[in-house]
């Protein structure tokens, strides 16, 4: 059927495949459902599936609806992902998706710390309490491996191994990965497991590394707050939040002289295309380096 009665349908197998076969996350799925509910709403009940028309006229829409160009180009990637689903499958024999031109847009550098900057905020803590003995903990973690918060809220006890210095994570998509963890993160998550896991949980067992003072699992939303205020207390004022400190760990790794391929797999990005925007990072901080210090500049 190329026509488009059948697109709800399409869309629903479409969107079973990301979730039973690819294992894309929650968020994803979501984000795939709107666009495609978009989409097809705009062919209607008399479009044709393999008329590149309507699929200009659909784009040309967003255009006129003020849909930036980002968030086109995600949209078109998200069309063009269904239409292999569909070529696969059968339901079209043509994809006129080929013909589509994807938006030009900037791509704005990743926000991060420099190095006085991280070691102010590992510093802000206070080790005399037992929440401030995790909180050092978190933010080492966070810094010496770059996972994602949701990621670092789920770390279980037995996912650390302390002895081999790595952690193992659950990520997007329910994909599992191992991550290094540096000296200095150990020594922190050590001295919180000895003097500080155990007063918070007062006796009660929990699987997660990291607990709150109810004895539960740190949630993103709590981490964001203790985030903020340890920026604070560091004179770091604008736009903290945890990916920037993802970003930092990143940032400074390939600084220090580590390839990408292997930041890829330490973040847990499918596509070292999201990679290298860290690349571009490094190339802006190099221009600046010389424009300001070379004498012909």
Known sequence: MRHVASLSAHIAGFLDFCRIEKGLAKATLEAYHLDLERFAVSLGAAGNLEDPASLRSHIDSLHAAGMN???IARHITTIRNLYRFL?????????????????????????????????NLIAAPNLAKPQGLRDRAMLEFLYATGLRVSELCKVGV????????????????NKHRIVPVGKAALKAVELYLASGRPLLLKGRPSPYLFVTNRGGA????????????????????????????????ATHLLEGGADLRSVQT???????ST?????????SRLRKTVDEHHPRA
């Open 266 to 272: 330490m973040l847990g990005h499918a596509d070292i």
């Open 69 to 71: 160009s980002r968030s």
């Open 87 to 119: 070529l696969e499958k059968g339901a079209v024999s043509t994809d006129p998706t080929l013909l589509l031109t994807a938006p030009t847009h900037w791509q704005s550098l990743p926000k991060y710390l420099n190095k006085q900057q991280i070691e």
């Open 158 to 173: 037995s996912g650390l191994e302390l002895n081999m210095g790595v952690v193992r994570v659950l990520g997007k998509g």
């Open 218 to 249: 740190m949630t993103r939303q709590a981490f964001w707050k203790l985030l903020a205020g340890y920026g604070k207390k560091a004179g770091i004022f604008h736009d903290l939040t945890p990916h920037v400190l993802r970003h930092t760990f």
């Open 275 to 283: 990679t290298q925007i860290y690349t571009h990072v490094m190339r």
